[in-house]
């Protein structure tokens, strides 16, 4: 995937996700228990998350995939 634009708040990045404004995330490493998260949106732009432990990505992560199959707003 891209660079970041952006480095956002977790809770950001969520809400784009439940407008439905995320095509496609990937998860990365920053090394020592802690990733960060790395998202495409709808206008192409490339944003992240800053590096945090994982235990709060997971649940971020398990947040955006279940709003990346639900389409809130029509396009």
Known sequence: MEECKKVLKIYDLEGYAIAGLITSAEYISCGKGKSKIV???????????????NKF????????????????LEK
Do not use: H, P, Q
């Open 57 to 72: 990505i997971e649940l971020s992560k398990k947040v955006i995939e279940i709003y990346k199959t639900f389409r809130l």
């Open 39 to 53: 998202a495409k949106l709808a206008n192409n732009e490339t944003v992240c998350s800053e590096c945090m432990e």
